[in-house]
Structure formats: structure tokens, C-alpha cells
């Protein structure tokens, strides 16, 4: 089938469908390619795996809630800002439920599908803080990050269990519950920064450029959302 636009579209959207259909699992590259009216030739060319498709149609979704985002910035407390763009995000997430239910179902039986998808929750959710004018920079910033991608899945979850009253009622709950966890941590990182910066002086000790301390030959890098 071919329902037109960008070749990248055609393939999320055949995708989509074929989730729909039937099990995400058993779904091919090549029932997609044949889905999509393209070559398997020309799918690889445009993805490599079935999770860098459902990795673009998240980056495709928070396109769409981005742009749709007022231009004018809201006064409303942070919580509420951020339960606006999520909001938004179920919305424009809920005429694809039962394809994203069964691609859940399926990086839930492979560990690496599941961290490869976590990595793009992650990516999505430290764009969302930012149309919330939330910092999500620094240590605080990275538990803010983290703690977003647990309580999207919960959202999630009960998305495909109930409907999307369900999910808002989650996402109430959730985003309430991380205001408290990030108001603690934001306390700790202001009594701790004056006794950081005293080690510096006492020890001479200074990041290297990339963040990497002196200390640090290991070879490995750092990891990162």
C-alpha cells in the first residue's frame, strides 16, 4: 500500500498499520517495505531496524506537539505547564493506541529494543521540559530526564489498560509525585554546591574538557540519554 508523502512517513505510517494488525513481533522489514510500496532495498536505506522506525514516528510526535505549542509564554506554575504539553502528547499519540500497545508488548520481551526506546523517551522528554520552560540541564536536570521516562511509562501503561482519562489521572499523580522528588533534590544540590566547590579549591581538582576528570584513562565513555 502506499498512502503518499516522504518515503520516511510511508514507512512509519505502514508501520503503524501493521501493529495494528496484528502483533508487532511478528511483523517483518519486509512486510513493512511491501506495506510501505517501497523496495527492502530502499527501506534500508532509509532505517536499519524496526526500532529506529518507531524512533522516528516518536520524533514525528514530538514535532507535531511542539509546533502546535503556543508561541506566547504561559504564567502558569511549572506543574501545570508541563501537564499541558503532555496532555498534548497523549492527544496526538491516542489514533495510534493499539499499534504503540503492540509495540510495547514487543521491546518489553527484548531488553535492548526496551533501552534503545527508553534513550528515545528520554530524548522526547527533555524536549517536552523544554516547551514547559523546565531546566532539564545538570545533575538535577538528568534525574528530572530519568525520572520523566519512568513516569511516562506509567502514563503509558495505563493508557493501553484503561483510556486516556486514565493516563491523565496518572500523569496528575506522577507529576505531582516528581515536583516533591525534584524540589528534594534541588534542596540537596544547593546544600552540597558550597562543599563541592571548597574540595575544588582545597584539592586543585578541575574537570577536563568532555567532563572527564584527570583521573579518568579508562577509555570508556561517559554514558548519555
Known amino acids: 500500500m502506499n498512502s503518499g508523502g516522504s518515503p520516511r512517513n510511508r514507512v512509519i505510517d505502514a508501520t503503524l498499520r501493521l501493529a495494528t494488525r496484528r502483533e508487532f513481533g ?26 529506529a522506525i518507531i524512533g522516528a514516528f516518536s520524533r514525528r510526535i514530538d514535532r507535531e506537539v511542539l509546533d502546535a505549542l503556543p508561541r506566547e509564554a504561559s504564567h502558569e ?77 506509567r502514563v503509558l501503561e495505563d493508557w493501553f489498560s484503561g483510556d486516556i482519562h486514565d493516563a491523565l489521572s496518572t500523569l496528575d499523580r506522577e507529576l505531582a509525585r516528581g515536583e516533591r522528588y525534584v524540589d528534594r533534590a534541588e534542596d540537596f544540590a544547593r546544600l552540597t554546591r558550597p562543599f563541592y566547590s571548597f574540595a575544588q579549591s582545597l584539592f ?11 583521573d579518568d584513562d579508562s577509555g570508556h565513555p561517559h554514558a548519555r540519554a
Open 77 to 153: 506554575p511549572a506543574r501545570e505547564r508541563l501537564y499541558d504539553v503532555l496532555r498534548r502528547r497523549l492527544d496526538a499519540l491516542e489514533p495510534h493506541r493499539e499499534a504503540l500497545a503492540s509495540v510495547g508488548r514487543w521491546a518489553a520481551r527484548d531488553p535492548l529494543t526496551a533501552a534503545a526506546l527508553n534513550r528515545e523517551t528520554v530524548n522526547s522528554m527533555r524536549f517536552m521540559l523544554e516547551a514547559a520552560d523546565v531546566d532539564s540541564e545538570g545533575p538535577v536536570g538528568s534525574l528530572k530526564l530519568q525520572g520523566m521516562a519512568l513516569a511516562w511509562s
Open 204 to 214: 586543585g581538582w578541575r574537570p577536563r574538557r568532555g567532563g572527564r576528570d584527570h
Open 26 to 51: 511478528d511483523v517483518t522489514l519486509t512486510d513493512i517495505a511491501q506495506e510501505a510500496g517501497i523496495s527492502l532495498a530502499d527501506l534500508r536505506e532509509l532505517f536499519p531496524s524496526k526500532g
